[in-house]
């Protein structure tokens, strides 16, 4: 019973397995790219010779992986990421197999222009070949063998450091834990790099519009949180959106804010999530102490609340309401919409009912 090898197993099946002799004594080298095709030499290639087709197979390699990865990279930037949306909403499945088509035509045309000229190469180096089948012979070629090795040491190394960097925490979590630390410089560097490699992730914008903010660049974290929000996936949250408009409410301006409630709301997608911007609209025009318009939403949003609107809450929109009429010194319309609320009084537990404009930093 023949003992088993599991790394001769691998050599054998790796890029360095690329020659094997003939019982005639023949060279067949194995194709850069296509692994079962082989080039046939009359003669027993000497060693100087077998080292450089290995440099020769080496660089045609390295240049043909890295064609193709830039390849995949021109597909995913300038085609997949500027149609996030696109892609999402329209056909995905039909979408994606397109992609895969391209990214497959482009590997395939890569690699058919490397074989030819690694052909050319051998051709005019080592003369005349004839195309055959490779089948790894099962030699063993010390010098290969232990190169072999070193290589995927270096491979194993590479995953273990990948290992212990995403034990220690992604690189959302390293940027939200230097926010916290007050690092905003650092957690700046951390997402911008982020933003640049995955751009269609909406956490890296959250995460470097709050460290902006707390730098005082206010527009740029206006626009981050602008960015973050276009890209939500979940349309439920709307923190985003909130967090921009606190950056314009604390700058004081009411206007752009309020522009973007009005185009949030009339490009709402369902009515939940118009109630939802007219709500927040509603709070805000409290806070910044225009009583007239906060009555008006707060009035149309009972009106939506009486045709059975189960997000709208009428208890709370009454006791709302009623700290409106009693800013406007209507305290008899307060009442009558306290007690539509269920309460009796203004106690210090209804009066701060509307919440203040506030920034969230959401856990990563």
Same mark, same amino acid.
Request: charge should be negative.
């Given at each position: 019973?023949s003992?088993?090898?599991?790394?001769?197993?691998?050599?054998?099946?790796?890029?360095?397995?690329? @020659?094997c @002799?003939?019982?005639?004594?023949k060279?067949?080298?194995k194709?850069v790219? %296509?692994?079962s095709?082989?080039?046939?030499?009359?003669? !027993?290639?000497k060693?100087? =010779?077998?080292?450089?087709?290995?440099? @020769?197979? *080496?660089?045609?390699?390295?240049?043909s992986?890295?064609?193709?990865?830039?390849?995949?990279? +021109?597909?995913?930037y +300038?085609?997949?990421f500027?149609?996030?949306?696109?892609?999402?909403?329209?056909?995905?499945?039909?979408?994606?197999?397109?992609?895969?088509?391209?990214?497959?035509?482009?590997?395939?045309?890569?690699?058919?222009?490397?074989?030819k000229?690694?052909? *050319?190469?051998?051709?005019?180096?080592?003369? =005349?070949?004839? !195309?055959?089948?490779?089948?790894?012979?099962g030699l063993?070629? &010390?010098?290969?063998?232990?190169?072999?090795?070193f290589?995927?040491?270096?491979?194993m190394?590479?995953?273990?450091?990948?290992?212990?960097?995403?034990?220690?925490?992604?690189?959302?979590?390293?940027?939200? !834990?230097?926010?916290?630390?007050?690092?905003?410089?650092?957690?700046?560097?951390?997402?911008?790099?982020? &933003?640049?490699?995955?751009?269609?992730?909406p956490?890296?914008?959250?995460?470097?519009?709050?460290?902006k903010?707390s730098? $005082?660049d206010?527009?740029?974290?206006? /626009?981050?949180?602008? /960015?973050?929000?276009?890209?939500?996936t979940?349309?439920?949250?709307?923190?985003?959106?909130?967090?921009?408009?606190?950056?314009?409410y604390y700058?004081?301006?009411?206007? +752009?804010?309020?522009?973007d409630?009005?185009?949030a709301?009339?490009?709402?997608?369902?009515?939940?999530? /118009?109630?939802?911007f007219?709500w927040d609209?509603?709070q805000f025009?409290?806070?910044?102490?225009d009583?007239?318009?906060?009555?008006?939403?707060y &009035? %149309?949003?009972?009106s939506?609340a009486?045709?059975?609107?189960?997000?709208?809450? $009428?208890?709370?929109?009454?006791?709302?309401?009623?700290?409106? @009429?009693?800013?406007? +010194?209507?305290?008899?319309?307060?009442?009558?919409?306290l007690?539509n609320?269920?309460?009796?009084?203004?106690s210090?537990?209804?009066?701060? &009912?509307?919440p203040?404009q506030?920034?969230?930093l %959401?856990?990563?």
């Open positions: 019973m003992n088993f090898n599991f790394f001769k197993m691998l050599y054998n099946n790796s890029p360095m397995d690329f @020659y @002799y003939t019982p005639d004594n060279t067949i080298i194709s790219n %296509e692994t095709l082989g080039y046939e030499f009359d003669v !027993k290639l060693t100087i =010779e077998l080292d450089r087709i290995w440099r @020769y197979i *080496r660089i045609h390699k390295r240049i992986a890295v064609l193709i990865f830039l390849a995949f990279i +021109g597909v995913l +300038g085609l997949v500027p149609n996030f949306w696109h892609f999402v909403n329209n056909n995905p499945i039909l979408n994606c197999v397109g992609v895969l088509l391209i990214i497959i035509l482009l590997h395939f045309i890569i690699t058919i222009v490397s074989t000229i690694f052909e *050319r190469v051998l051709k005019s180096n080592f003369g =005349e070949f004839r !195309k055959t089948r490779f089948k790894s012979s063993i070629d &010390s010098e290969y063998y232990h190169l072999f090795k290589e995927l040491t270096k491979v190394v590479v995953l273990l450091c990948v290992g212990l960097f995403i034990s220690v925490g992604s690189p959302l979590k390293l940027a939200h !834990k230097y926010i916290i630390e007050g690092k905003y410089n650092d957690a700046i560097k951390i997402t911008s790099v982020g &933003s640049i490699a995955f751009p269609i992730l956490e890296w914008y959250s995460l470097r519009a709050y460290a903010f730098l $005082k206010y527009a740029g974290a206006i /626009k981050d949180y602008d /960015k973050a929000y276009k890209l939500e979940d349309l439920s949250d709307s923190t985003d959106f909130d967090n921009k408009i606190y950056v314009k700058t004081n301006d009411y206007e +752009g804010a309020l522009v409630f009005d185009n709301i009339s490009n709402a997608i369902s009515d939940y999530e /118009k109630d939802a007219l609209k509603a025009l409290y806070n910044i102490n009583y007239d318009n906060a009555l008006m939403v &009035s %149309e949003l009972l939506r009486d045709g059975d609107r189960i997000f709208l809450l $009428k208890d709370r929109l009454y006791l709302e309401r009623a700290q409106i @009429y009693q800013k406007l +010194g209507q305290d008899d319309l307060a009442k009558e919409d007690l609320a269920g309460a009796f009084d203004m210090e537990s209804i009066i701060n &009912s509307i203040k506030v920034l969230i %959401e856990e990563i």
